[in-house]
């Protein structure tokens, strides 16, 4: 699974519309035009950054040398589905607001998605999941469904703040449970005022999210409306 941020998956769409309008890529300075850049350098510096990603190919000594890979970084012929990340959910409390920021997407392999592909990434706040194998800073994919039983890892909505525990229902009281021998992580007892958002699919740890993210961090990107 490979992050892009907003500014980076819109470089990638530029290029594939102009694809499909042309017949044939556009030429960096046709792209810096397009995506409204100062400077040729910075057009590459992203298509840098695509092509270690594996999303794109440059030929040499071509003007028209970029190529968008069919295949993913290993080689295998999945579609790759982009999930964005569209906000931050807390694993202690209830004290962490659900914030739409498309600034940043997940490339998953559709096998994980689904066929439906009606998922979103969200980013974990706290500890009260450790033992399920949730860190602060994990990237948690959460599919949106009602369809939910008890055992289950869910998003919870409760107002208009965002947890993740483990869902428990005795008697029509809806639990949601912590998985964190500490103590002081206590069971969430609900009745009313809230809705089970999804269920989560899988975790993709900060440690893989934050080795991509170190490729971002030296390129001085150029911001545009």
Avoid: H
């Avoid at 907003?6 to 044939?24: F, T, W």
């Avoid at 995506?35 to 030929?59: A, C, H, N, P, W």
């Avoid at 589905?81 to 209830?94: F, K, M, Q, R, T």
């Avoid at 980013?123 to 959460?142: C, K, P």
């Amino acid at each position: 699974m490979t992050i892009l941020t907003g500014k980076q998956k819109r470089v990638l769409e530029n290029i594939s519309l102009y694809l499909e309008a042309k017949g044939e890529p556009p030429t960096l300075d046709e792209l810096r035009r397009n995506l409204g850049f100062k400077s040729i350098r910075t057009v590459v510096q992203y298509l840098d950054i695509l092509e270690r990603k594996g999303f794109v190919v440059r030929r040499k000594y071509a003007r028209r040398n970029i190529e968008l890979r069919p295949i993913d970084a290993e080689g295998r012929s999945e579609t790759l589905v982009s999930v964005p990340v569209v906000a931050n959910v807390g694993c202690d409390d209830l004290s962490v607001y659900a914030q739409e920021q498309y600034d940043e997407f997940l490339q998953v392999d559709k096998n994980i998605a689904g066929e439906d592909g009606n998922i979103v990434a969200v980013r974990a706040v706290g500890d009260s999941m450790l033992d399920a194998g949730i860190n602060s800073g994990d990237y948690i994919l959460v599919q949106f469904t009602d369809n939910v039983k008890s055992g289950d890892r869910v998003a919870a909505i409760v107002g208009d703040m965002v947890t993740v525990k483990r869902l428990e229902r005795r008697d029509g009281v809806t639990i949601l449970y912590p998985e964190n021998k500490d103590p002081k992580y206590k069971p969430i007892v609900l009745r009313e005022d809230f809705k089970i958002a999804g269920r989560v699919l899988c975790v993709i740890p900060a440690a893989v999210a934050d080795a991509d993210a170190n490729d971002i961090t030296a390129v001085v990107e150029e911001s545009w409306e």
